[in-house]
């Protein structure tokens, strides 16, 4: 059976020595934007780095659609998602199970 292809799945991607050396040079010159420059949702919280202080109404990665909506998190996708246990287990199989990296999927998906 020919392998299924998932386009743009999981990319761009950096290499490990990349990622914390952009890490490193971001942490270094960049300040910590002022809460109210950044959020403009009022549900986001101040982060401690830079590159953690994006809020869903300036990313544009998000999963579900914002019309009509202040915040992402009302979204009742959100729930389903984001927020749901099972689904955030079977997405964390799959990541594993596709980059082989960190450890070893489960057999079994159980509640333990
Ligand atoms: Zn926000
Ligand atoms: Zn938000």
Redesign the pocket.
């Known amino acids: 059976m020919a392998e299924m292809l998932h386009g743009y799945n999981y990319e761009p991607e950096y290499t490990d020595e990349e990622l914390e050396l952009r890490n490193s040079v971001q942490a270094a010159t960049a300040e910590l934007p002022n809460f109210s420059d950044w959020?403009?949702?009022?549900?986001?919280r101040q982060m401690p780095t830079p590159g953690e202080c994006v809020?869903?109404?300036s990313s544009d990665v998000t999963v579900c659609s914002l019309s009509g909506l202040q915040?992402i998190t009302e979204n009742r996708r959100m729930q389903t998602v984001v927020l749901n246990e099972d689904v955030l287990l079977v997405m964390y199989v799959q990541m594993i199970r596709d980059t082989g990296k960190h450890g070893r999927a489960p057999d079994m998906l159980d509640d333990k």
Do not use: Y
Request: aromatic content about 0%.
């Open positions: 959020c403009q949702c009022s549900c986001c809020c869903c109404r915040c």
